[in-house]
């Protein structure tokens, strides 16, 4: 182990850590589809507190937000299983639940958390756009859904797109724990590679440069796509 | 150590202060003097200078040349040493535009912070210090008051009170009335004339034409980073000699603004 | 085995793994103490006239930006025995909690640089100048006026990275720290895998109302600490 690195482990792996990427990308981009329309919903019950909806979303994201995302992996992990073998014996249905491909549970607690963190997000965005833009779009004659599509929502993404950047982030970062439940992706696959000679610091290396490219594009196109947003409003100012 | 010229005792003088930000020249070399007891008011469209020039002389700003000439002792405005600034800034106090009062302190603890800490006195006597200054400036009651529970009238009478009681040889005024709501500058200005009346020797930027008149006895009209034109009230108001003098005053002067002698 | 769930299992499980907080906290209270002065050298690098210091602190943060907890956890884990052995040092035996410490020192650094730096420009430029003004030095004016007022601005996020600090560190178990998640999978490896979604539970409670009672605390704490603010907040 004292010679050093092994170059040609560290391209190699680098390769296979790489092909774990449309996987945690698949994963992050289910999330943000479920969590960006019901994180949004949840906001609006939180800010206009809507009996019943209101108290539950102000749970769930206290419950998300105070424990680690590894203890949320592990419940789903050991709870969905659980849950649909009994349904499975109860419908008498020929499935076997250790054949449910991990990616879904993945896609549950991922979208799960995220909504949670979006919630939060959003919440704040919306009460920085003043409640004065609504009753400007109302007063023109706009019903409340055309305010919020054509004023308020632009208005809110502005000012929550560096917070999703940051959420998108962890989120990307967080689908390192899928090995948790045995998901083929970046980390998983290096660490196998790893294990047959004992590689481990060059595969942590492969496995930490590909997270650094990824993250960074993903913040570099936040910040084109931020960039250009702010443009649009300073024209319009 | 004072100079003496026929009774009047020099305390300030700046000679050739020069200041950029960059590519913009601020100060072309403005030669400036202070006498004791003098109020001398700075005018000038803003962008002129006028609170470069106070700002430098305080060292909130470090001057690109210039000299300082302060109880006949030379400090360089460029290279003074760590122990001079702090001299010069125990001799002078500045009161400034936006109040700047310690927003985690009371008014009486704002008022105090530069005797107990900067000068090492007594707490007791700081206090005591501290109330008589309130007083002074009116706000007997708030001595306890943070500055988030006072007006902006109120908070800028603290800021005085604070400049105050350091006993300093001289105070400069940056624009003090500039923040406020026209209805609270009056009270600020009464406190203004009252120390004046003292013989407080003040350095005061203002657009108050009104307390120029009143108040000062030397009036300085400054331009794009020069001194265009300094004397009495009277010299400015009335008989201003220079064409830029007349146009800035065409232009600030009120209708009714009128000279009295 | 057969899986059914007991409800009164969680309870159990609980007192079974509180003891095993004290290893979480340990590590975390020295994680945030070296953290936040690591998060201090970075803000002083950040906000110095050095341009060198200013990206090398820049480029600091973007890596841990990017690097998920559990990738630095492994890189300490194998680098720096590595590290060491190229120096002819054997550091595959020290203690696990110093590796768990090191990755999440360097992690929570990051996140303080951030919160220092904010917290310290948020203070308005006058504030130092009126100190200076009245006859402060740098020093006093930093200690008595700025410092009070950037550490009541920076609670609220030193609280969040707080919470966030915590559970990343539940990661530790990974290269077998037996904290409270370390214990948890303990149990339940020796009961055959039975229980699992109780214990699990049980942990996610602990740590929910760890994290409800730091929350807590940091409100308090700021609002006791926001003095000369109380008039602000009820307008």
């Not at chain 1, 979208?111 to 959003?122: P, Y």
């Not at chain 3, 050298?41 to 600091?60: D, F, T, V």
Request: include cysteine; aromatic fraction near 10%; proline fraction near 3%.
């Amino acid at each position: 182990m004292s010679e050093g690195l092994d170059y040609k482990f560290l391209v190699d792996t680098f390769f296979v850590a790489l092909s774990g990427v449309p996987i945690a990308l698949a994963i992050t981009i289910v999330a943000l589809l479920v969590a960006l329309p019901f994180g949004f919903i949840l906001a609006l019950t939180r800010i206009n507190r809507i009996p019943v909806l209101h108290q539950f979303a102000q749970i769930y994201v206290s419950f998300v937000r105070g424990t680690p995302i590894i203890v949320q992996i592990f419940i789903v992990y050991s709870s969905i299983p659980l849950l649909l073998d009994s349904i499975f014996t109860k419908y008498n249905l020929e499935m076997n639940v250790y054949d449910v491909n991990p990616i879904w549970y993945a896609f549950i607690v991922f979208s799960f958390n995220t909504t949670a963190i979006l919630i939060e997000v959003f919440r704040s965005a919306i009460s920085t756009v003043s409640k004065g833009q609504l009753e400007a779009a109302q007063s023109v004659g706009l019903t409340n859904v055309q305010a919020f599509r054509r004023i308020i929502i632009p208005q809110t993404l502005v000012v929550a797109l560096p917070n999703i950047c940051t959420a998108t982030v962890n989120l990307i970062k967080a689908t390192s724990l899928g090995y948790a439940l045995s998901l083929q992706e970046i980390t998983l696959r290096a660490k196998v590679a790893a294990n047959v000679g004992y590689n481990y610091v060059e595969a942590y290396i492969d496995i930490f440069l590909v997270y650094l490219i990824l993250c960074s594009l993903v913040e570099y196109a936040f910040k084109r796509y931020e960039k250009r947003l702010i443009k649009y409003k300073a024209v319009n100012a | 150590m004072h100079e003496k010229e026929a009774g009047v005792i020099k305390m300030l003088e700046i000679k050739n202060i020069h200041k950029s930000f960059g590519q913009n020249k601020i100060l072309k070399g403005v030669d400036l003097k202070i006498d004791k007891g003098d109020v001398v008011v700075i005018l000038g469209p803003s962008g002129s200078g006028k609170t470069t020039l106070l700002r430098c002389i305080n060292f909130l700003e470090k001057a690109d040349q210039g000299l300082a000439v302060f109880d006949g002792i030379d400090i360089n405005l460029k290279t003074a040493s760590k122990r001079q600034i702090h001299s010069i800034r125990k001799k002078t106090a500045f009161v400034f535009q936006n109040y700047n009062l310690f927003n985690n302190k009371t008014a009486l603890e704002n008022v105090t912070e530069g005797l107990i800490i900067g000068r090492k006195m007594p707490k007791m006597e700081a206090n005591a210090l501290g109330k008589k200054a309130l007083d002074k400036v009116g706000l007997s009651e708030k001595y306890h008051a943070y500055p988030s529970e006072l007006s902006g009238g109120q908070q800028q009478r603290v800021g005085i009170a604070r400049a105050l009681v350091i006993n300093p040889d001289i105070i400069l005024f940056d624009e003090p009335t500039s923040a406020l709501d026209p209805e609270l500058v009056g009270e600020v200005l009464t406190v203004m004339k009252n120390i004046a009346k003292e013989g407080t020797t003040m350095l005061v930027v203002t657009h108050e034409m009104s307390f120029a008149k009143d108040v000062a006895n030397r009036v300085i009209f400054m331009d794009e980073g020069v001194v265009v034109e300094e004397g009495s009230p009277k010299d400015i108001f009335v008989h201003p000699k220079e064409e830029r003098t007349r146009k800035f005053l065409k232009r600030v002067l009120p209708e009714d603004f009128t000279y009295y002698i | 085995m057969e899986k059914y769930f007991d409800a009164t299992y969680i309870m159990q499980s609980i007192s079974m793994l509180l003891p095993f907080l004290k290893v979480t906290f340990m590590v975390a209270s020295f994680s945030v103490l070296f953290g936040t002065i690591i998060g201090f050298i970075l803000a002083a690098a950040k906000l110095g006239k050095s341009k060198i210091a200013r990206n090398i602190a820049n480029g600091y943060i973007t890596i841990l930006r990017c690097t998920p907890s559990i990738v630095l956890l492994f890189l300490v884990y194998y680098g720096i025995p590595a590290i060491g052995n190229n120096f002819g040092m054997d550091l595959n035996d020290i203690d696990k909690a110093v590796f768990v410490i090191v990755t999440f020192s360097l992690q929570f650094g990051a996140l303080m640089c951030e919160v220092i730096r904010s917290a310290y420009e948020s203070i308005d430029k006058g504030q130092f100048e009126s100190a200076v003004s009245v006859g402060l030095s740098n020093a006093q004016a930093y200690r008595r006026i700025i410092f009070p007022q950037a550490l009541v601005v920076a609670l609220p996020n030193f609280g969040n990275s707080l919470l966030a600090l915590l559970q990343e560190g539940a990661l530790a178990y990974t290269i077998g720290l037996i904290d409270i998640v370390g214990k948890a999978n303990l149990i339940i490896a020796s009961n055959y895998n039975a229980h699992a979604l109780e214990i699990f539970l049980a942990l996610s409670i602990i740590y929910w109302i760890l994290s409800i009672a730091i929350e807590q605390f940091f409100l308090k704490l700021e609002r006791v600490l926001s003095k000369g603010k109380q008039s602000l907040k009820t307008m």
